[in-house]
C-alpha cells in the first residue's frame, strides 16, 4: 500500500512567503519565518520575526490600544455591516427601478398596477429635488420633520468623526449628510409655513 505525502503546512512551519532575512526583533539573528501586522491602520504591512519573537508580539497586540471606549463600540458597530452604510428594513425603499427587474413574461407586471390584488399602496412621488437627499438619508416620502431629525441624530452620531476615530472617510460622509438634511428640512418647513398661510 502506497503512502500518500502529506503537502499541507504544519501550524508552525514558516509562511513560504517569508522575505528570507533575519528577524525584525532588535538584537535577534534567527532567520525571520512569521509575519505579523504592524499597526491596526496598516494591516497588509507586516513585520517579520522568528517564531519566539512573532508569539511574543502576539501576546502583547491589542487591536484597540489608544482608542476610547466610545470609539472601540463604534468600531464594533461598523464591523457588522463590513463598515458599509446600513438602515432599518423599508427605511431606504427599493435599490432598483422597474426598469432594471428582466421580467420578459410580464409576470410582476398585474402586482405593480395601482389597486391590483397584492399591490403595494401607492406613494406620492417625492419633488425631484429631494430624491438624492432623501435617499442619503435613507428615508421615503412622504415624511415629517419628526422623523427627519431621528434619522439625522441616528445619521450624525453613527458618521461623527469622534466616533470613528478621526476617519476622514466617516467626515466626508457626515458632510454629505448635513446638506441632504439641511436640504429636505427647508423643503418641509417651507411647506409647513405655506400650508399655515392657505388656513389663515
Not at 96 to 123: C, K, M, Q, S
Amino acid at each position: 500500500m502506497m503512502n500518500r505525502r502529506n503537502t499541507r503546512h504544519r501550524a508552525f512551519d514558516p509562511d513560504p512567503d517569508a522575505p528570507g532575512r533575519c528577524c525584525d526583533m532588535a538584537g535577534c539573528d534567527e532567520p525571520a519565518g512569521y509575519r505579523a501586522p504592524r499597526s491596526r491602520e496598516t494591516l497588509n504591512e507586516y513585520f517579520w520575526f522568528c517564531l519566539p519573537h512573532v508569539r511574543e508580539y502576539n501576546a502583547k497586540w491589542d487591536y484597540y490600544k489608544g482608542m476610547s471606549p466610545g470609539q472601540i463600540e463604534a468600531h464594533i458597530r461598523d464591523d457588522v455591516s463590513w463598515n458599509r452604510p446600513s438602515w432599518r428594513l423599508g427605511q431606504r425603499g427599493a435599490y432598483f427601478t422597474e426598469e432594471d427587474v428582466l421580467d420578459p413574461l410580464d409576470l410582476l407586471n398585474g402586482a405593480r398596477r395601482p389597486g391590483a390584488r397584492g399591490a403595494p399602496p401607492t406613494r406620492p412621488e417625492a419633488p425631484e429635488a429631494l430624491r438624492q437627499p432623501l435617499s442619503t438619508l435613507g428615508l421615503d416620502w412622504p415624511l415629517s420633520m419628526d422623523e427627519l431629525k431621528v434619522r439625522y441624530k441616528d445619521l450624525a452620531r453613527r458618521h461623527h468623526p469622534d466616533a470613528n476615530g478621526g476617519d476622514r472617510h466617516a467626515e466626508e460622509r457626515l458632510k454629505i449628510i448635513n446638506v441632504a438634511y439641511t436640504t429636505v428640512r427647508t423643503h418641509l418647513a417651507s411647506s409647513r409655513q405655506a400650508d399655515l398661510e392657505k388656513t389663515a
